[in-house]
């Protein structure tokens, strides 16, 4: 068997485009479901170690295999298959499999396999949205800075492929499965639940949902009937009987896109007396609903919510209601080659009851000057020699280490 490749986004991005090239220049089909199951039976084939996915002389027999490793893990893990079939004809089902023979997704702690599920939702389903790939570095360094313990339960209300989930998971080294996502997207919900399956969630709690449907909004709307559409995350724990609060809220919310609905902007605060407003907005509000008191929260939000002389009342709000502990700038190459917005990571901790005037408290302010790629996204390295994801030249361990004398010269219980 020939050398497995290590699995870097540079390298997800030409295997995407083949597999994509293939697949519509061929057959016609949904680009998203072919590769989609092509993925999922390559990782149920080394998962199983059934090594049934090989260079077969009769491509007839690449479809069997194909169909019966689909079959086969559409009865363990629910919720993430429309079909178990492949729709590719043998000729073309036999080159995909031959492009993805080389790597093993499964390795290296799911970086792969997790960095691949979120490149296909952000090129089929998200970029239009501004919701863009969370580089693997920020998601982890997200993590670490608000260090979720076992036991915690932890939620991402615009989850996409999961990572922040995923990443969360392995962080209590699997001692909680706490993880709550939410996304209105049904290929990003399908993505994170596969992807929770593959890290070893034996149950995730992934829910097809608009997230900014609050109680509030509810309680407008009573004369319709309870849908997917009026169900709120409150309901779903409630039914659940989980807490209907969160401990830890990681999120990177789409940074695009306005929301009009009148239901919707007299629920919000910050949205009342408008007919529209900017969607990260209300998730930046919808948050603080959903986090405990004490609760931790890290956001990732464009930079004119920080700064912007139309965004001061909901700075206002915001400090009312919880301590801003930290933020953290990324370079203008964060997000490319998607996108150059230039963001920050907001840090904040929840207060216990909202604060009618607001106390002077410091502030940790750090800004990241190596986002790990070039201008043009294209990841850089410490060193070329051997690339790896623990070789990516950022600064943000060195962030992480001044942030933590920070909360011990502040005595934070953070």
């Given at each position: 068997?020939?050398?497995?490749?290590?699995?870097?986004?540079?390298?997800?991005?030409?295997?995407?485009?083949?597999?994509?090239?293939?697949?519509?220049?061929?057959?016609?089909?949904?680009?998203?479901?072919?590769?989609?199951?092509?993925?999922?039976?390559?990782?149920?084939?080394?998962?199983?170690?059934?090594?049934?996915?090989?260079?077969?002389?009769?491509?007839?027999?690449?479809?069997?295999?194909?169909?019966?490793?689909?079959?086969?893990?559409?009865?363990?893990?629910?919720?993430?298959?429309?079909?178990?079939?492949?729709?590719?004809?043998?000729?073309?089902?036999?080159?995909?499999?031959?492009?993805?023979?080389?790597?093993?997704?499964?390795?290296?702690?799911?970086?792969?396999?997790?960095?691949?599920?979120?490149?296909?939702?952000?090129?089929?389903?998200?970029?239009?949205?501004?919701?863009?790939?969370?580089?693997?570095?920020?998601?982890?360094?997200?993590?670490?800075?608000?260090?979720?313990?076992?036991?915690?339960?932890?939620?991402?209300?615009?989850?996409?492929?999961?990572?922040?989930?995923?990443?969360?998971?392995?962080?209590?080294?699997?001692?909680?499965?706490?993880?709550?996502?939410?996304?209105?997207?049904?290929?990003?919900?399908?993505?994170?639940?596969?992807?929770?399956?593959?890290?070893?969630?034996?149950?995730?709690?992934?829910?097809?949902?608009?997230?900014?449907?609050?109680?509030?909004?509810?309680?407008?709307?009573?004369?319709?009937?309870?849908?997917?559409?009026?169900?709120?995350?409150?309901?779903?724990?409630?039914?659940?009987?989980?807490?209907?609060?969160?401990?830890?809220?990681?999120?990177?919310?789409?940074?695009?896109?306005?929301?009009?609905?009148?239901?919707?902007?007299?629920?919000?605060y910050s949205?009342?007396?408008?007919?529209?407003?900017?969607?990260?907005?209300?998730?930046?509000?919808?948050?603080?609903?959903?986090?405990?008191?004490g609760g931790?929260?890290?956001?990732?939000?464009p930079n004119?919510?920080?700064?912007?002389?139309?965004?001061?009342?909901?700075?206002?709000?915001?400090?009312?209601?919880?301590?801003?502990?930290?933020?953290?700038?990324?370079?203008?190459?964060?997000?490319?080659?998607?996108?150059?917005?230039?963001?920050?990571?907001?840090?904040?901790?929840?207060?216990?009851?909202?604060?009618?005037?607001?106390?002077?408290?410091?502030?940790?302010?750090?800004?990241?000057?190596?986002?790990?790629?070039?201008?043009?996204?294209?990841?850089?390295?410490?060193?070329?020699?051997?690339?790896?994801?623990?070789?990516?030249?950022?600064?943000?361990?060195?962030?992480?280490?001044?942030?933590?004398?920070?909360?011990?010269?502040?005595?934070?219980?953070?």
């Amino acid at each position: 068997m020939g050398k497995r490749h290590i699995m870097l986004p540079d390298s997800l991005d030409a295997l995407f485009i083949r597999l994509e090239e293939i697949i519509l220049a061929n057959s016609g089909e949904s680009d998203f479901e072919e590769i989609f199951k092509l993925i999922l039976a390559k990782v149920w084939d080394e998962q199983q170690g059934l090594n049934l996915l090989r260079d077969h002389a009769d491509e007839s027999a690449t479809i069997h295999a194909v169909n019966t490793l689909l079959g086969e893990l559409s009865s363990h893990w629910t919720g993430i298959l429309t079909e178990t079939h492949t729709k590719l004809s043998p000729q073309h089902l036999a080159v995909c499999v031959g492009l993805l023979l080389p790597f093993r997704l499964t390795s290296y702690r799911f970086e792969a396999l997790d960095a691949f599920f979120e490149y296909i939702v952000s090129r089929t389903a998200k970029g239009s949205k501004g919701q863009f790939f969370t580089p693997r570095h920020v998601v982890d360094f997200c993590i670490r800075m608000t260090n979720p313990k076992a036991g915690e339960s932890v939620l991402d209300p615009a989850c996409g492929s999961g990572a922040f989930l995923l990443h969360a998971f392995n962080y209590v080294k699997g001692a909680s499965d706490q993880q709550w996502g939410f996304d209105y997207d049904d290929k990003a919900v399908r993505v994170a639940r596969a992807l929770l399956y593959i890290g070893g969630i034996e149950h995730p709690k992934i829910h097809k949902m608009n997230s900014l449907v609050s109680p509030h909004f509810q309680e407008q709307v009573l004369f319709h009937s309870l849908s997917e559409h009026m169900t709120t995350i409150e309901d779903v724990l409630r039914i659940d009987e989980a807490p209907e609060a969160f401990d830890v809220i990681l999120t990177n919310p789409p940074f695009a896109g306005e929301i009009t609905e009148k239901e919707i902007l007299s629920s919000y605060y910050s949205s009342r007396g408008k007919t529209r407003i900017e969607r990260d907005t209300l998730f930046l509000e919808r948050c603080v609903q959903l986090l405990k008191p004490g609760g931790r929260m890290a956001i990732i939000l464009p930079n004119s919510k920080f700064g912007a002389r139309e965004f001061a009342d909901v700075r206002r709000w915001l400090l009312q209601h919880v301590r801003i502990v930290g933020v953290v700038g990324l370079p203008n190459s964060s997000f490319m080659p998607h996108t150059s917005v230039k963001t920050s990571i907001l840090f904040v901790q929840k207060r216990k009851t909202p604060l009618a005037s607001i106390p002077a408290e410091s502030i940790f302010f750090g800004i990241s000057e190596k986002s790990g790629k070039d201008t043009r996204g294209t990841l850089e390295f410490v060193t070329s020699d051997n690339p790896s994801w623990d070789s990516l030249d950022h600064d943000l361990r060195e962030i992480e280490e001044q942030f933590k004398q920070f909360l011990q010269q502040e005595q934070m219980g953070w």
